[in-house]
């Protein structure tokens, strides 16, 4: 499973940087969980929420089904 999180992840990748922004992979946890790292313009942007479910949630289970929900960390 990671490695399709990884290759889902490299996909949305480009439209993150596109605005000075990105995403790190931390870890997926044992049930299902994928743990990721807003950096850059989006780590303080009041807009990250949004983009961490309406974005990179919703394409990494569309695509990766077996991820129950997708967190940011510091």
């Not at 990105?22 to 969980?33: A, K, N, R, S, Y």
């Amino acid at each position: 499973m990671k490695d399709r999180v990884k290759a889902v992840i490299e996909k949305i990748r480009p439209r993150l940087q596109a605005d000075r922004g990105d995403v790190e992979l931390v870890e997926i946890t044992d049930d299902g969980v994928v743990k990721v790292r807003l950096v850059g313009a989006c780590k303080g942007c009041p807009m990250s929420q949004m983009t961490l479910k309406h974005g990179i949630e919703r394409i990494i289970k569309q695509e990766v089904p077996e991820v129950a929900k997708v967190e940011a960390v510091s």
